[in-house]
């Protein structure tokens, strides 16, 4: 079997919530040798915490002068560390990166904020809704007129471990080139509104957040509708192709392939959409859309998700003997030709 391509790297990470543990998990899924450091009488990682996978931990004191001069000798032989505390407390405990640089002057130094190091509000407060919201980004799930629906912790808090995570692994490149460390903001209003430039650039187009009619939350071959079991199904046939395959199948043979973004014709269009899922269960939309370039899929839950035959045959997921779902380590790395996977 293969090792992951982190293998070999020592990372040293600070206990904390949301996106650093997640940041720890991605890097020590892709090989990297890290260590976590749990304040001493804190909550260390618990048995459905998926986040705490894969690492070893112990646990310091960090008002103690000894704990503290542990973590700069275990920054001594590390390759990297990171912190998700707010600015400043770091260095107030003697463990920010000026100090730790100059006892490893090759460190990579991971700051994990949802705000940032610096501006208005890198002292305040905050969770994942709240640094969505400020990007601009939250704006965009809602349809006309409604409030912005409340996203999973995916949106800002993976984002920014990922992120994060990604910033970390080029700063080590950097460092074995040029022999220097350095240090990366991670913060989670950067990340979320960088990965927001698709939607950005539709934007700049007039498709969103503009007064004309948006192919995204207006049109009925982009949304999501429920069906006659209580269940949700997804449409996505924005290409033409795809549209024109979608109307064949639903034996829509009165509607115009080619008078897809006919914008006066949306409103009565959805509306014959939503009559007709509701007609019928969502297996019975899976069974007729599900594997065809229609854009399709069902609004599953997450116990639902691991059963389905292609996360299954991927092994996207699986479950411990607590019931709690895992997923996979991603991206995936192929094996060369001639390689035993």
Known sequence: MRQGPLTGLKIVEFAG???????GMLLSDLGADVVRIDRHGGRGGAPTDITSRGRRSVALDLKDPAAIETCLRLMEKADAVFEGFRPG???????GPDVALKRNPKLVYGRMTGWGQTGPLAQAAGHDLNYVALTGLLSLSA?????????????????????????????????????????????????????GGIAQMVRASGQLDSAEPSP?????????YACADGGFITLGALEPQFYALLLEKLGLTDVEPSAQYDK???????????????????????????????????????????????????GIYRADATGAVHAAAAPRFEPLAGEAP
């Open 17 to 23: 919530i949301g996106p650093g543990p997640f940041c």
């Open 216 to 224: 995204f939350h207006d049109s009925p071959f982009y949304d999501v």
């Open 264 to 314: 006066a014709a949306w409103p009565a269009l959805k509306s014959r959409f939503t009559v007709l899922f509701a007609s019928r269960t969502r297996q019975h939309w899976c069974e007729l859309l599900e594997g065809s370039d229609a854009c399709f899929a069902p609004v599953l839950s997450l116990a639902e998700a691991a059963a389905h035959p292609h996360i299954a045959a991927r």
């Open 143 to 195: 349809h006309r007129g409604e409030r912005p629906i409340v996203p999973p912790t995916v949106v800002g808090d993976a984002a920014g471990a990922l992120g994060l995570a990604f910033g970390m692994v080029c700063a080590l490149l950097d460092a074995r080139r040029g022999g220097r460390g350095r240090v990366v903001d991670g913060a989670i209003v950067d990340v979320v509104a960088m990965l």
């Open 89 to 95: 407390v770091m260095e107030r405990l003697g463990l």
